[in-house]
């Protein structure tokens, strides 16, 4: 049945590569999938650590043509980001667990907590006051150029 299935997109993340029922290839070479509906169990799925000491996250869902992406991301109690930056898209956290401070403005995110910054507004450096779990979503790329804090340009995406 290929009524359930998406038009052709790429996708990745942990979703995905279980959800994808068709494979196929963009004009531009690019590797495409068509998709069915799934759940995901989060708690099966393992944190991976990112380059910035203190953060690991376990990426749900990325639009690897547009850079949009969902993810859960853990600070443990003490990291944080270290320095201001800005995103090059809207960037959402709702707050799953933990305490997690935006320093300069002394916003504070707790369970129930939704957080937006727009696109282009300076933030951070941020810290957790204990082990922090948030609902990242962003609507485009994460940032315009590779934060120093990360070793990894995939950390950054």
Known sequence: MTA??????????ELPE?????RST?????????????????GDLAWVDKTL???????LWR??????SIALVRFQAGAGIPSAH???????????SGRYVYLPTQI????????????????GPTRAE?????LEVYDGPHYPTQPEWYASPEDAR
Not at 18 to 22: K, S
Request: with cysteine.
């Open 26 to 42: 963009g004009p531009d070479g690019q590797a495409l999938g068509r998709f069915a509906e799934i759940v995901l169990q989060t």
């Open 4 to 13: 359930n299935l998406s038009e052709p997109a790429a996708y990745s993340g």
């Open 63 to 68: 639009d690897d043509t547009t850079g949009a």
């Open 53 to 59: 000491a203190g953060l690991s996250h376990k990426m």
């Open 108 to 123: 504070t995110l707790t369970p129930g907590s939704f957080y937006w910054n727009p696109k282009g507004s300076v933030h």
């Open 130 to 134: 204990e082990e922090s779990v948030l």
């Open 86 to 96: 800005a995103h090059a898209s809207n960037q959402f956290m709702y707050c799953l």
């Open 18 to 22: 279980r959800a994808v029922r068709e």
